[in-house]
């Protein structure tokens, strides 16, 4: 069993991204949404994302919570 709580966001064209709590709370909005339930196994609702924007999304907060990232390699994300 992995010790990693697990995230699921669903887009608003349905799309669910599933990722661990640290890479999902890379958002203040998320970290909130988190802090409030009672149980992380929930979906959480993104309306106003669809699932293209919300991968983008998702990759910039795993590079962003790599070890070793530098503030210029975040500056220079595409």
């Not at 149980?39 to 999304?57: H, R």
Request: one cysteine or more.
């Amino acid at each position: 069993m992995s010790s990693k709580k697990l995230i699921t966001l669903k887009t608003s064209d349905g799309e669910e991204f599933k990722l661990d709590e640290v890479v999902a709370v890379r958002s203040e909005v998320i970290k909130n949404i988190v802090q409030n339930m009672d149980c992380t196994s929930n979906v959480i609702p993104l309306s106003k994302f669809n699932g293209k924007t919300m991968t983008k999304i998702v990759k910039y907060w795993k590079k962003h919570s790599e070890e070793g990232v530098t503030e210029d390699q975040l500056k220079n994300f595409d």
